[in-house]
């Protein structure tokens, strides 16, 4: 799975190489726990997502049938 690019601007870029295909609980946290976005999304070998936070360091978390997590950092 690549997360990519990090460290980013404004757009998330997923690709999954059909290894997470489906539906799946985005959810974003920031450097101190607190969940910033909870959403549902369907990840079919890519996915883009408009990532509109404040700069600093945030862990992405994949939740369905498979679970990835990822830092990324926004600038």
Same mark, same amino acid.
């Given at each position: 799975?690549?997360?990519? =690019?990090? =460290?980013?601007?404004?757009?998330?870029?997923? +690709?999954?190489?059909?290894?997470?295909?489906?539906?799946?609980?985005?959810?974003? @946290?920031?450097?101190?726990?607190?969940?910033?976005?909870?959403?549902?999304? @369907?990840?079919?070998? +890519?996915?883009? @997502?408009?990532?509109?936070? =404040? /700069?600093? /360091?945030? $862990?992405?978390?994949?939740?369905?049938?498979? $679970? @990835?997590? +990822?830092?990324?950092?926004?600038?």
């Amino acid at each position: 799975i690549n997360v990519y =690019p990090n =460290p980013l601007k404004n757009e998330l870029n997923i +690709s999954d190489n059909k290894q997470i295909q489906g539906f799946y609980n985005l959810k974003l @946290f920031s450097a101190d726990s607190k969940l910033v976005i909870d959403k549902k999304v @369907f990840i079919d070998n +890519s996915f883009k @997502f408009d990532l509109n936070v =404040p /700069t600093g /360091t945030y $862990y992405l978390l994949l939740e369905g049938d498979k $679970y @990835f997590y +990822s830092k990324i950092v926004r600038e």
